[in-house]
């Protein structure tokens, strides 16, 4: 089965170009020209790639972006004009795995999005009771967590931390949302727990705790787009 890409731009030519090849590429093609036809085509559809203009009516790439990952984590590539710093760390921020500048070589882009669904394919596997990205892996139905084939002893609250965390991997995960999703209620006490049990838990899991990233003032993020 070909995979599926959506093309988000409200530029006709843009699509047309970014098909064309695509096509060459055996990829089956859908098109949106704004992000509200991209989200109602997301809930109906599950694509392997979105390739998502920024600059668009109706709804900009970025605010579709945040909608979308309510729904879906999909892996997108953020076309843009703009090539400003704030704009590709932002992009980033929100989840999109890669930021490719206008103009573009279509060529390039190809490359760019079979590297994207390859990593994004080769980080998961596909039974749902298992997670494994390179050498961490969590057996769900066991409880267990190996890193490097090695067993690694996590408190209940850590491995909660952890497989939450990675259950939203790349996405920006509050402070608040933890506290409330881990330990069961708003708490605003001494907030200071989580940061201790975060600490431990990126000690144990070794170099998966440079995936994890702190969003100052803001939480965390299991992050696999850092490779």
């Given amino acids: 089965m070909n995979r599926k890409i959506l093309i988000v731009d409200d530029e006709a030519h843009i699509r047309e170009l970014v098909c064309k090849y695509a096509h060459l590429e055996n990829y089956d093609t859908f098109e949106a020209s704004n992000g509200l036809e991209a989200i109602d085509l997301v809930k109906m559809n599950d694509f392997d790639l979105i390739v998502m203009d920024i600059m668009m009516p109706e709804l900009d790439g970025f605010s579709s ?9 999909v892996p997108v590539i953020m076309l843009s004009a703009r090539s400003e710093e ?12 890669d930021y490719v500048t206008k103009p573009f070589s279509p060529k390039e882009l190809m490359r760019r999005i079979q ?13 749902n009771n298992q997670y494994v990205y390179k ?39 509050t402070r608040e949302n933890l506290l409330n999703k881990i330990w069961g209620y708003n708490y605003y006490e001494d907030d200071r727990t ?34």
């Fill in 194 to 227: 989580l940061d201790t049990h975060m600490k431990s838990l990126r000690k144990k899991i070794g170099v998966y705790g440079d995936n994890i990233i702190t969003i100052r003032r803001v939480g965390y993020r299991f992050e696999t787009n850092k490779d």
């Fill in 115 to 127: 590297a994207v669904i390859s990593r994004y394919h080769a980080n998961e596997i596909e039974n």
């Fill in 135 to 173: 050498g961490l892996k969590i057996d769900y139905d066991a409880y267990i967590v190996t890193v490097d084939d090695v067993r690694i002893e996590l408190t209940p609250k850590e491995y909660e931390l952890l497989v939450y965390l990675i259950k939203n991997q790349n996405i920006a995960v």
């Fill in 86 to 97: 704030y704009d590709k760390l932002y992009g980033f921020d929100l989840g999109i795995d």
């Fill in 65 to 73: 972006v945040k909608e979308i990952r309510k729904i879906s984590k």
